[in-house]
């Protein structure tokens, strides 16, 4: 007798899905069933990812969106609900590190793009997404946090605010989505081997760091119907197989 897998039939949507922690998370949900919308400003290394689900045996609709460009994420819920009608999951990882700089010395345009791309842009992404995921039989939500959020993190400046915002937002909303069957939990991915580490800590060597697979069962863990969690905070790294 064939088991189903946890993940078979669910429509996942997956911000920031080219590349590093998103693509690996996106590929273990396909492995798992899922069928995914992907993310990304880069077509061509969707389209790679693209090739790595078809060859799971599931499949993925590419989807072009910077996420600075606001008035694209209802045009992307329209899309979504005419097409499929509901939202399984919901992965908020797209993100940028921004400038790492003295709380004074941040350029203005800096901080206002990270704000934007790491809490702004999510906050419209959940305002357009929301009807969608309640329109499921039970919906999960991962928002990206970092062990910046707690600090204190020096020269961190945006993103460090940004993450804290992030972790804020998704316990009011995880609190106000109680009665609804949709499940809505943060996640630090911790030190993980990505251009993003790499840029916060050139000196650092990556071989001592996890992969992006290597966490990715968390972001699968979270997806499933069993999920015991709401509006906590999830650390990736519990989740690594030994």
């Known amino acids: ?40 400003r880069t077509v061509g290394a969707l389209e790679e990812v693209d090739d790595e689900i078809r060859k ?24 979504i609900h005419d097409k499929w009608g509901r939202l399984d999951g919901f992965v908020a990882n797209a993100g940028q590190l ?55 993190r020096a020269y961190w400046g945006a993103y460090a605010v940004s993450k804290a915002g992030i972790e804020a937002m998704g316990r009011a909303w995880a609190a106000e989505s109680e009665k609804t069957k949709i499940k809505i939990n943060m996640i ?3 030190g993980t081997r990505t251009g993003m580490r790499a840029a916060a800590f050139p000196g650092e060597d990556p071989l001592t760091l996890p992969t992006p697979e290597d966490i990715s069962p968390a972001f699968v863990a979270l997806m499933r119907d ?13 989740y690594i197989s030994t």
């Open 188 to 190: 630090d991915p911790g």
């Open 98 to 152: 921004g400038q790492m700089s003295p709380m004074p010395h941040i350029e203005p345009d800096a901080w206002d793009e990270t704000i934007l791309v790491n809490l702004t842009s999510v906050w419209h992404q959940i305002r357009n997404f929301d009807l969608l995921l309640r329109a499921a039989p039970s919906a999960r939500v991962v928002l990206m946090s970092s062990a910046a959020a707690l600090g204190p």
């Open 226 to 238: 069993d999920c015991p969690h709401n509006g906590e905070l999830i650390k990736a790294r519990d």
């Open 56 to 79: 799971l045996g599931s499949k993925s609709t590419i989807v072009e969106l910077d996420s600075k460009d606001l008035p694209a994420i209802p045009r992307l819920a329209k899309a």
């Open 1 to 40: 007798m064939l088991v189903e897998k946890p993940l078979f039939g669910k429509i996942i949507l997956l911000t920031g899905a080219s590349r590093g922690i998103g693509r690996a998370a996106a590929i273990a949900c396909a492995k798992e069933g899922a069928e995914l919308i992907i993310t990304g």
